[in-house]
């Protein structure tokens, strides 16, 4: 379980470990795993939690059908492997207790600053530390570390639509990721607004309330993967397995997550020889063809079809993983569902007008827009060498990070899940890979008896030329896709374009010769 955790070349000076401070900003997937490997290699931490307890984004997405669209087993850190879970993709429930199994089990609650959210930091580069400014229960905190490890994500700040006369609307409103706990909605007329993977788990489960009539706005649909016993329980015999047969754990999770390469590459890359109107490559149009059939089988309405069939190719954004026989589909199917393909024109007091001039009038507005994706670090203010602010560095073409984690002017500064970190490695391993990574940089400061460590330009440079290029080839850089896959600059800042082994080769050890130690 512990194949990932910091393995001390030799033991540290005392007094230089004892000395040396680390903070690490949230309790996600990746900041509990920090936090605990942290702890195990000795070195002193503080972790701060805005929220008031662990679990980052799953702590706030409570909203009805709230679910994981990857395989639980994946999800789960390798030193949770045996950890128990009842679904083979689990819902907003089993996930936060899995978080909290890990803040219990290994004694982490102890260490974090809950309630408490990081304004700004700002590195003092004579005294080689980050000055941190913070805001909790207690007021303003100023605190100073020598290295700083970001677990903040991108799928956590809000994203609410600029839509004309939004504030005059006489009902209830909130976004997804700020649902009412508790809310009674038997009854209600609700609108919701967006159909990413969030509205297309979220409809089904309004639409079975009693007496509710559910009206869903959608702009552009998204492409669904059907998933058999998507919903359903883990059979017992699995379980049995689980618990019985030794290393079995080991080897289906291993099984959800692991592809060559060459098999993510030929899912993934672009064919330029090949001919099609709708598809990139002949693995794609498969694909297509496959949630075709499903989408026919489905709904059987030649309209409605066709209201529910992407114009850009499959993999161009993230599909929605679906059960094969109960989800948002059969929704659509029911009398008190509403589709509404025309786009918004306008909300008033009583409720939204289409673009086509329909009205429909509704008590509730439930904003399934998803998240402010491509603004890493928002709305942390970050100062590094020189004065320089993390948003001047990113100001000419978007967010960009070496190996996704560390920024030239930014020394003793890594982020977790940070830019084009989506996909190459499932995600609980990326984050282990990139916090065994940075503890492996602190590890030889402390060592050599240094203060900073920070990537060059050059090797920053050379690697996020390697990605744009890389990333060019994928189909989430086909024109026809308009999501969070691609920036406004041309490029895309949360993509990974390699494979898990080349992702896993580069954060497995440092290569020093890219890296400036003083």
Known sequence: PWARSLKWQARPDPARLENFSVAVIGTGV??????????????????????????????????????????????????GVDYTYPQAFCDHVENRKYFDWVADT???????????????????EEAGLWEVRMEGTEGELTQRFN????????????????????????GEAWHTARWPEGKDLRGKRIAVIGTGCTGY????????????????????PQWLLPIPGYLALVPEQVRWLNRNLPFHTNFMRFKSMYRPDAEVDRMFDIDPDFDDPHSVSEPNKASRDECIAFLQRKLGDPELIEAMTPKHPFWSARPVLVDSEACVLDALLRDNVTLVTGGISRIDRAGIVANDGSRHDVDVIVYATGFHANEYLYPMKITGRGGKTIEELWAQDGARAYLGCMMPGFPNFWAIYGPNTNGGLPVAAFHEMTALYAMQCMERLMMDG??????????????????????????????????????????????????PTAMWQFLEHPDFAELEIR
Do not use: C
Not at 201 to 220: C, D, K, N, S, W
Not at 466 to 494: C, F, I, M, Q
């Open 30 to 79: 990746g900041g509990l795993n920090a936090a605990l490997q942290l702890k195990r290699a000795g070195i002193p931490f503080t972790v701060i939690e805005k929220n008031a307890g662990v679990g980052g984004t799953w702590f706030e997405n409570r909203y009805p059908g709230a679910r994981l669209d990857t395989p639980s087993r994946m999800y789960t850190h390798i030193f």
């Open 106 to 124: 290994f004694d982490l609650r102890g260490d974090i600053r809950f309630e408490t959210e990081v304004r700004e930091m700002a590195w003092d």
């Open 147 to 170: 290295a700083v490890l970001t677990a903040v994500g991108f799928l956590n700040r809000p994203s609410i639509p600029e839509i004309e006369g939004a504030e005059d609307f006489g």
């Open 201 to 220: 788990q979220t409809v089904p489960e309004l639409a079975a309330i009693e007496g509710a009539h559910v009206t869903v706005f959608q702009r552009t």
């Open 450 to 499: 240094k203060r900073a460590v920070e990537v060059k330009d050059d090797a920053y440079w050379r690697y996020n030329r390697l990605v744009d290029e890389r990333n060019n080839r994928k189909v989430w850089s086909d024109p026809r896709a308009h999501n969070y896959y691609w920036t406004r600059h041309g490029r895309s800042a949360t993509m990974n374009p390699f494979g």
